[in-house]
């Protein structure tokens, strides 16, 4: 802000009983309010009044950086924001955008996952995606990515960050056109929410095996059940575990032996992997 600028109300100072309105309130460049006015005659500057609907707003970002962009199918964290210039995001009843997730969503808060969601009805143009925020169990918002471009219907993969604390979230994806190729301030509009629930599993627990070498390229695994899987290639495949103790060929010093536990998909995720050095 660089100049005074005027109110609607008359100053104090102006008689509107007696003739023309000779004063009327402002505003000083800093912010400090003069009620009993100035003369009409200056040259101050004014500012535009509007009604906004709130119900209207979908979500806010900060107006400069608010809004991360990044690769299709990826998600950016939202950072925190403590200032007072907002960029808005409109509801357009007119978009009849749905979608929805091919399976239930539930990824590993050890190592993320993907989600497979299909959508149709999104709007198509250069400035037109299928956008979506996470969101945790109070409505806050997280992250935000963009799943599809100029594309009107089909199946993206959301890739959900590793990290997340386990627990409960909201996928809302929604058809969205996108101005800030334009400004940082441009408005944007967006159909409303599609909300997809979501589940960050906790790990299962990690495998405590042992190995106990029997020959020079073998031996037997042990301490481990038939809910675990190894691996004697550095993890690029992996074997079923068979019983509480599993004899392996093929075991090399440079790819050690890898184990790990599979996680049941509802309560728990796979474990984190145990490598077991091998000499």
């Given at each position: 802000q660089t100049s005074d600028w005027w109110l609607r109300s008359p100053g104090l100072n102006s008689d509107i009983f007696s003739g023309p309105l000779r004063n009327a309130a402002y505003v000083t460049s800093d912010g400090n309010l003069r009620p009993y006015g100035a003369s009409i005659s200056n040259d101050y500057a004014v500012r535009p009044a509007f009604c906004l609907n709130l119900s209207s707003v979908l979500f806010t970002f900060a107006a400069q950086g608010g809004k991360p962009?990044?690769?299709?199918?990826?998600?950016?964290?939202?950072?925190?924001?403590?200032?007072?210039?907002?960029?808005?995001?409109?509801?357009?009843?007119?978009?009849?955008?749905?979608?929805?997730?091919?399976e239930p969503a539930s990824v590993s808060s050890l190592t993320g996952g993907s989600v497979q969601i299909t959508y149709r009805g999104a709007?198509?143009?250069?400035?037109?995606?299928?956008?979506?925020?996470?969101?945790?169990?109070?409505?806050?918002?997280?992250?935000?990515?963009?799943?599809?471009?100029?594309?009107?219907?089909g199946t993206a993969t959301l890739n959900i960050p590793a990290g997340l604390a386990p627990g409960d979230y909201t996928l809302k994806v929604f058809s969205e056109q996108y101005n800030g190729?334009?400004?940082?301030?441009?408005t944007d509009y967006a159909s409303p929410f599609q909300n997809i629930s979501l589940k960050i599993l906790p790990p299962a627990e990690t495998p405590n095996a042992s190995f106990t070498a029997t020959g020079d390229s073998g031996g037997t695994l042990s301490n481990v059940d038939t809910?675990?899987?190894?691996?004697?290639?550095?993890?690029?495949?992996?074997?079923?575990?068979?019983?509480?103790?599993?004899?392996?060929?093929?075991?090399?010093?440079?790819?050690?032996?890898?184990?790990?536990?599979?996680?049941?998909?509802?309560?728990?995720?796979d474990s984190a992997v145990q490598t077991i050095d091998v000499t």
């Open positions: 962009s990044g690769k299709i199918g990826e998600l950016s964290e939202v950072p925190d924001y403590d200032g007072n210039e907002w960029r808005l995001t409109l509801k357009d009843y007119g978009r009849l955008f749905t979608a929805r997730a091919i709007w198509t143009g250069n400035n037109e995606f299928v956008s979506v925020l996470l969101c945790d169990n109070s409505g806050t918002v997280l992250y935000y990515g963009n799943i599809a471009h100029d594309s009107e219907y190729f334009y400004s940082n301030r441009y809910n675990m899987r190894y691996s004697v290639v550095g993890g690029e495949t992996w074997n079923n575990i068979t019983g509480t103790t599993m004899e392996i060929t093929d075991v090399r010093e440079e790819k050690d032996v890898k184990v790990y536990r599979i996680g049941d998909g509802t309560n728990t995720a």
